[in-house]
C-alpha cells in the first residue's frame, strides 16, 4: 500500500491554512483518496474554519499537531511561529526520507519572517536540500509548459558568477535524472535559455554563452542528449520551440517564472528536482492580504497533490 501524502500548512498567517480548508471543502474525496496527512496545527485550523464560515469536520482529517508559540492572527506575521515552521519542515522532512510519506506538498512560507527569526534558509527548496544534503533544480511548471531554473533565490548581480560549466552539468544531470525516473520521460528535450540578449550575440553582448553553456551543450550533445541551446529568452518561449520542448531550462528566476504565471497563474506549480523523495508546491506566496477572507483560490495545491500522486504513481 502506497504511504500517505504530507500536506505542510505552510506560514500559519498566510493563506496556506486557507486553501487547505477550502479545497477540503471543494473536494473532500481528495484527501481521502489520496491519504492525505496534514501536517501543521489543529486549533489553528479550527479557528480560520470558523472564521472562513467553513462547515467541515476536522476530525475526518489526518492532522499530526505541531505546537505555535503564538495566536495567530491572519495576515499578520509574528516571526515567534517561526519556529513552528522550521519543526513542520523537519517534521516531513525526516518522514519522507524514512520512506514514511511518499510526497511532501507544501503551502507557501514567509521567507522573511523565518530571517527575522534567525533561521538562515532561502525557502522550501533551501531548506530540504540542505537537509538531505542534496544538489537540487527548481522547476516551475503548468501543464502546458516546465521551466528549470539553473539559479533561483540569488541576487540578480550574482546569477553571471554561478553560471559555471560544473554548476550546468549538475543541473542537466539532475534534470536528466528526474525526468527519466520519476516522470518516466527517458530522453527529455532540454532548451536552455541564454543569459544575455540573443544569447551574447557571439560574445558581443556577453562572454556567458560562448565561454561556459556552449561547450557544455557540445558536451552533452555528443553523448546523444537532446539538448537546444542556448536560445535568447525573448523567443525561446515561442509556440516554434515549444512543440520541440519537454522543459526549458531558464538561467535565472525572472527569466523563467513571467512566462509560466503567465502561462496559468492559478495552475501552476514548483516541483524540487533531486531531492530523495517527492516534494511539489504551489507556485504563490503567502498573500498575507487576503489571508482569512476567503479569497484565497485552491487550484495550485490542488494541482500540486495531483501531480504529486502522478510521480509517486510512476513509482
Known amino acids: 500500500m502506497k504511504n500517505p501524502i504530507a500536506l505542510t500548512l505552510g506560514e500559519p498567517a498566510g493563506i496556506g491554512p486557507d486553501i ?31 472564521l472562513l464560515n ?11 499537531d505541531i505546537p505555535l508559540s503564538e495566536k495567530v492572527i491572519p495576515g499578520q506575521l509574528n516571526k515567534k511561529n517561526a519556529a513552528f515552521i522550521i519543526e513542520m519542515l523537519t517534521y516531513v522532512a525526516k518522514n519522507a526520507v524514512e520512506k514514511k510519506f511518499s510526497a511532501i506538498v507544501t503551502a507557501p512560507i514567509h521567507k522573511g519572517i523565518l530571517n527575522d527569526a534567525g533561521f538562515d534558509i532561502k525557502g522550501h527548496t533551501d531548506f530540504f536540500s540542505r537537509y538531505t544534503k542534496s544538489k537540487t533544480v527548481m522547476m516551475l511548471m503548468t501543464d502546458k509548459l516546465k521551466v528549470a531554473l539553473l539559479t533561483d533565490h540569488v541576487a540578480l548581480r550574482n546569477v553571471s558568477d554561478l553560471i559555471t560549466e560544473n554548476n550546468l552539468s549538475d543541473c542537466l544531470d539532475i534534470i536528466i535524472d528526474n525526468f527519466k525516473n520519476k516522470l518516466k520521460i527517458n530522453d527529455p528535450r532540454i532548451l536552455i535559455c541564454g543569459l544575455n540578449p540573443h544569447a551574447g550575440e557571439n560574445g558581443y553582448l556577453g562572454l556567458e554563452e560562448k565561454e561556459i553553456i556552449i561547450p557544455v551543450v557540445k558536451k552533452y550533445r555528443e553523448k546523444g542528449f537532446k539538448i537546444m541551446g542556448p536560445i535568447g529568452a525573448d523567443v525561446a518561449f515561442t509556440k516554434n520551440y515549444s512543440e520541440k520542448t519537454d522543459v526549458v531550462l531558464a538561467m535565472y528566476h525572472d527569466q523563467g517564472l513571467p512566462v509560466v504565471k503567465y502561462s496559468g497563474f492559478d495552475d501552476a506549480i514548483n516541483v524540487t528536482l533531486g531531492l530523495p523523495f517527492v516534494r511539489t508546491s504551489v507556485d504563490h506566496g503567502t498573500a498575507l492580504d487576503i489571508a482569512g477572507t476567503g479569497k484565497a483560490n485552491t487550484m495550485s495545491l490542488y494541482h500540486a497533490i495531483k501531480f504529486a500522486k502522478q510521480i509517486t504513481d510512476n513509482g
Open 20 to 50: 487547505i480548508l477550502k479545497l477540503w471543502q471543494e473536494k473532500p474525496d481528495l484527501f481521502l483518496s489520496e491519504k492525505i496527512i496534514i501536517v501543521g496545527n489543529k486549533k489553528l485550523l479550527r479557528d480560520r474554519a470558523a
Open 54 to 64: 467553513i462547515s467541515c469536520d476536522l476530525d475526518l482529517l489526518n492532522i499530526v
